[in-house]
Structure formats: structure tokens, C-alpha cells
T-cell receptor, first 116, second 116 residues
């Protein structure tokens, strides 16, 4: 089974509108971390937001918020007031403890296009 | 700028050859992660080091190896290169390890390897 599933290969959003990028995860560990990264066409991976499995509140970072629904095992990214510069690939990732280290799993990504 | 430095940015080499990719983590970060991003496999976690010790292994081939040096920089060695090894190789670093999951991992710009 896939550890991280992103079901939206491509999304379009009007500038200044909000958009939700979906992510579901699969783990039986009680302790894990969820991340969202942005990869623009230039290729670098930019950290956006983090949610710990024990965090009671949804994480927020500026225009980014993470809609964490633990029972559903979903960690959707919400981008408010979209900007043209938000056009990029977005990856959801999960970190699990593995032995004495960490194991990361990434989804296949969602390509977001912001339309002027 | 994430503070993680990877060299070289681009590398073109022939099949059967060996290359070394270098990563300097952010100041103060003890954990280094290596990832491979290819068109067919997506983003794959390869290996994690913490303060010089290997801590977690992902989908790393036996032809690949890594190490972290006392000054905390890390090298990923790829040998007997095949066409399918062409990919973007990322290094990421974070400050804390393992069970303390409240930290993000910052990525370098990546090394684009082309095997011809």
C-alpha cells in the first residue's frame, strides 16, 4: 500500500482564491510527522509546513494551513489568496521513526497552476 | 536560501562510471538525508546519517553508498552507473533526530545527474 497518496495530478486555481491540495497517508505508528513541500520549475524543494501526529491544532504558516484529520488519515494543504508565484509542484510527505532514525515517504505530487 | 549546499549542481557522466555528490548541511544540523527524484520513481528516500552514523536506510541500491564526516558534510557515492540512475539527487538536513519529530528538514538545490 502507498504510504502517501496525492490523488490530484493537476489543479487550477484563480488568483486570489483559496485551493486545497489533498493528501492521505497510511501508517500504524502513533508518532509521525507530516510535511508539505513546494517544488517550482527551478527544481529546489521548499519546506512549507509541518504537522506532528500529536499536535492538537492544525498547523498554519502564513497563507498555508494544514487541515489535519487524524481519524481519516488526511493532511490536506490549504493555500489561501493564491498568487501567481504559487504555481509549482506540491509534495506531501510523511516521516516515521525507523530504528534509530527517520524514514521519509513522499507522494507523487500535485501540479498547481494559478490563473491570472 | 535553505542553507544546505550541494555540489556540483550538474553532472554528466558515462555508464559504468563512479561519481561523488557532496552536501554541506545547515549550520548546527546534525542529520543529513539523501533523496533521489526521478521521473519514473518520484521522490525516494535513500539514507539518513546523524552525527556521522547511519541511522536509516530507504530504497538505496547496493551500488550506492554514503558517509557523513566529522565536520558533518556528507557524500553520496554512486558507482557502476546506469542510464536509469539519471535523476535529481537531493540532500536535506535537520537539527534533531528520530523521536523528536517537531522539526522540518531543509533541502539543498539538488545535483542533477545525467548518465549517458
Amino acid at each position: 500500500a502507498q504510504k502517501i497518496t496525492q490523488t490530484q495530478p493537476g489543479m487550477f486555481v484563480q488568483e486570489k482564491e483559496a485551493v486545497t491540495l489533498d493528501c492521505t497517508y497510511d501508517t500504524s505508528d502513533p508518532s509521525y510527522g507530516l510535511f508539505w513541500y513546494k517544488q517550482p520549475s527551478s527544481g529546489e524543494m521548499i519546506f512549507l509546513i509541518y504537522q506532528g501526529s500529536y499536535d492538537q491544532q492544525n498547523a498554519t504558516e502564513g497563507r498555508y494551513s494544514l487541515n489535519f484529520q487524524k481519524a481519516r488519515k488526511s493532511a490536506n494543504l490549504v493555500i489561501s489568496a493564491s498568487q501567481l508565484g504559487d504555481s509549482a509542484m506540491y509534495f506531501c510527505a510523511m516521516r516515521e521513526v525507523k530504528g534509530t532514525g527517520n524514514q521519509f515517504y513522499f507522494g507523487t505530487g500535485t501540479s498547481l497552476t494559478v490563473i491570472p | 536560501d535553505s542553507g544546505v549546499t550541494q555540489t556540483p549542481k550538474h553532472l554528466i557522466t558515462a555508464t559504468g562510471q563512479r561519481v561523488t555528490l557532496r552536501c554541506s548541511p545547515r549550520s548546527g544540523d546534525l542529520s543529513v538525508y539523501w533523496y533521489q527524484q526521478s521521473l519514473d520513481q518520484g521522490l525516494q528516500f535513500l539514507i539518513q546519517y546523524y552525527n556521522g552514523e547511519e541511522r536509516a536506510k530507504g530504497n538505496i541500491l547496493e551500488r550506492f553508498s554514503a558517509q557523513q564526516f566529522p565536520d558533518l558534510h556528507s557524500e553520496l557515492n554512486l558507482s557502476s552507473l546506469e542510464l536509469g540512475d539519471s535523476a535529481l539527487y537531493f540532500c536535506a538536513s535537520s537539527q534533531l533526530l528520530g523521536l523528536v519529530l517537531g522539526t522540518e528538514a531543509f533541502f539543498g538545490q539538488g545535483t542533477r545527474l545525467t548518465v549517458v
